[in-house]
Structure formats: structure tokens, C-alpha cells
């Protein structure tokens, strides 16, 4: 006997259901890859910040250490106690006079104090930092008969005919170009009485600033006894110019720092508009009653004659992503504390011109 049983019929998915399937699918799909170009771009951002963020930190610390030699010298902190015996006056030593400690140059390319140096930012200024930081050696007995004899502090200390160094201890100081030097053994026997040069201690045309016939000096080496040391100068120049990536097709500035003796030092890529002020304060003195005191940034040209000088402030652009070509730039600020304050120029200059 057969039994018969009723079976449904099996039904497959519709076209309707597959349809709303796949545009759920390509929605997902798209939500994804919305997210993942988010996330990629995110994350492009965060390297960007990061590498921002190191060269900032580079700039500060390169800064921080050049600043930190500026207007030293030695254990002298009084620049009235520092003579001269080389040719020419003070304001025409260039590099080489101990102040301004710190300079700002709102255009580098028109001044002597950057010549040599190509291809400067056109909108970017300069600083100098002046000092006599560096140890060179130790008197080990006092200077006699123009003669005077100091022994090395390190291999790699030196003084050569020719060079301008400060001699000095805590009271006073002299700056002169050493003459018939004599090295042996870690020591060095120097001169300062005799030269050829416009930067040697002989210049009868100008007996005001120089080492000859009857001129007397406030301090020369002779008055040194043992334990003054000599020190060389440390002036750096701090300036935008164009990076050794730069093409014609594609310039490309960076941050340059020269020393007063080597070669340029290419800091940090993607720079423009470097832009310097002086943070200074003064006592707030009108018609002899006192109105507290004023603080403020001063550009170069406007720094008041008896202002007191206290924060370098620093102001440029970086590039965010210098391997596009269309770079971001992001302006950054930095306030740098200052060691050493350049004093007023007119009465400083008026005398030290007189010694």
C-alpha cells in the first residue's frame, strides 16, 4: 500500500533579497573604507605632528646651548672691566668685540657681519651671539717682559700666532692677538707686543687703540698673575637660508648655524620667516617720578636705548610635510631666556671708544 505525504516546496532567495544583500554589503564596504582613509589620515597627521614636534624640540635645545655662551667672559661678568689692545676701535671688531651678547640683524643680507654666506631668506632675520666662552689655557706664572706662558687646558686647546684671545680673572680682562707663540709639552708661550696685522697690538696711526709708543693702559697681560686663563672667542650666526635639498625646480630653506671659525651647520629643513624680538624691561622713570616698571618685545630698530634685555623671542614657519608639494606650514613661537643682558649702547660704546 503506498502513503502519500505532502512536502512544501523549498524556496530560494529572491532577487529582491539578494539585491538589498549586496547594497548592504557595499554599504559596509564603504563604511569601512571611509574608515580606513580616516584612520590613514590620522595617522599621516600624528607622524606629522611628531616630526614637528622633534624639530621644535631640536630648534630649542640647538638655541638653548648657543645662548648660553652669550656675553660670557669668563668669570668676569663686567664687560667696563675688559680693555683692549688691538688696532681699530671696538665697534669695528665685528665678530670679534664681546657685546652685543646677543644681535638680532633684521636684514642679513646687508650686513658685513653675514658676508660670505649665500643665498639668504629674503624675509627672515640673523642673530649673533658673541662671547668669549671657551677655555684655552691657564697663566702658570704672571707675564714678564712682554712675554707670558700659560699651559693647555685639553688636546685639543691651542693658540697660534695671530689669534684673539681674552685673558682675564674675575676683576678684569684684556683682549689682544697673541704673537710668537711657542708650544711645548701642553704649554704655550705667547707675545702680545708686536704684529703686522689689522688685528695685531702695534698701529702707530691710532695710538688710542693700539700697543705703541707711550700709551698707557688701563690693564694689559703683565698686570695677570698665576691662574688667569685665556679664553678664545664664540660668536655664532644663526640664519634662514636655502637648504642643501633646494633645486631650481623646487627651493627649499632651512635653518643655518655658522660659527665664527668652521663650517655652516644645516639644522632643521622647512623653515621660513624667521622673525626675532627682544622681551625687555625698563624702569618706568618720566620727569624724575618713577611709574613702575615696562615690559614688552621690542623689534631691533625700537629696543629703547636703556632697556634691560631678558627673553629672545622666535617666531617662524615650519613645514609639516616636506615631501608634498604643497607643504603645510605651521607658525611656531618660542621665548628663550637670556644668561647674559647686552647693556646700553650709546654710554657703553661712548666709553670703551675713550680707553
Known amino acids: 500500500m503506498k502513503v502519500w505525504c505532502a512536502v512544501r516546496a523549498q524556496r530560494g532567495y529572491g532577487l529582491i533579497e539578494l539585491l538589498v544583500s549586496v547594497a548592504t554589503g557595499l554599504l559596509l564596504m564603504t563604511g569601512l573604507t571611509v574608515l580606513l582613509v580616516s584612520f590613514d589620515e590620522l595617522a599621516d597627521l600624528v607622524r606629522q605632528r611628531a ?6 624640540r631640536l630648534i630649542e635645545q640647538m638655541w638653548r ?3 648660553e655662551g652669550a656675553g660670557h667672559l669668563g668669570c668676569l661678568a663686567d664687560s667696563d672691566g675688559v680693555a683692549s689692545l688691538l688696532n681699530g676701535s671696538w665697534a669695528e671688531l665685528g665678530l670679534l668685540r ?11 643680507a646687508d650686513s658685513s657681519l653675514f658676508s660670505g654666506i649665500n643665498n639668504l631668506a629674503a624675509e627672515s632675520h640673523g642673530l649673533l651671539v658673541r662671547g668669549f666662552a671657551k677655555p684655552l689655557g691657564e697663566l702658570v706664572e704672571p707675564p714678564m717682559d712682554g712675554r707670558g706662558e700659560a699651559e693647555l687646558l685639553g688636546s685639543a686647546a691651542r693658540i697660534d700666532s695671530g689669534d684673539v684671545v681674552l685673558l682675564g680673572d674675575c676683576k678684569q680682562a684684556v683682549i689682544f692677538s697673541a704673537t710668537q707663540t711657542r708650544h711645548s709639552s701642553g704649554f704655550v708661550q705667547f707675545s702680545w707686543a708686536a704684529g703686522d696685522g689689522l688685528l695685531d697690538n702695534r698701529g702707530p696711526e691710532n695710538p688710542a687703540d693700539s700697543l705703541s709708543g707711550e700709551a698707557q693702559w688701563s690693564v694689559t697681560p703683565a698686570d695677570f698673575d ?20 633646494s633645486t631650481p625646480e623646487r627651493r627649499v630653506f632651512a635653518l643655518w648655524q655658522k ?3 668652521g663650517n655652516a651647520l644645516e639644522l632643521v629643513t622647512g623653515v621660513e620667516r624667521l622673525a ?23 623689534d631691533a630698530a625700537n629696543l629703547p636705548q636703556d632697556a634691560r634685555v631678558a627673553l629672545l623671542q622666535v617666531n617662524l614657519y615650519l613645514a609639516s610635510h616636506l615631501s608634498s608639494d604643497q607643504p603645510r ?3 611656531i613661537a618660542l621665548a628663550l631666556p637670556l644668561t647674559s643682558a647686552p647693556p646700553p649702547q650709546p654710554g657703553l660704546w661712548c666709553c670703551l671708544e675713550q680707553r
Open 51 to 56: 616630526d614637528l614636534q622633534e624639530r621644535v
Open 65 to 67: 646651548l648657543a645662548l
Open 98 to 108: 664681546p657685546w652685543p651678547s646677543v644681535e638680532i640683524v633684521q636684514n642679513p
Open 226 to 245: 698665576t691662574g688667569a686663563r685665556l679664553y678664545a672667542p664664540m660668536s655664532i650666526r644663526l640664519y634662514v637660508a636655502e637648504s642643501l635639498t
Open 259 to 261: 660659527p665664527l671659525f
Open 276 to 298: 626675532l624680538r627682544y622681551g625687555a624691561w625698563r624702569s618706568g622713570v618720566a620727569d624724575g617720578v618713577a611709574h613702575g616698571v615696562q615690559i614688552g618685545y621690542f
Open 329 to 331: 606650514w605651521m607658525p
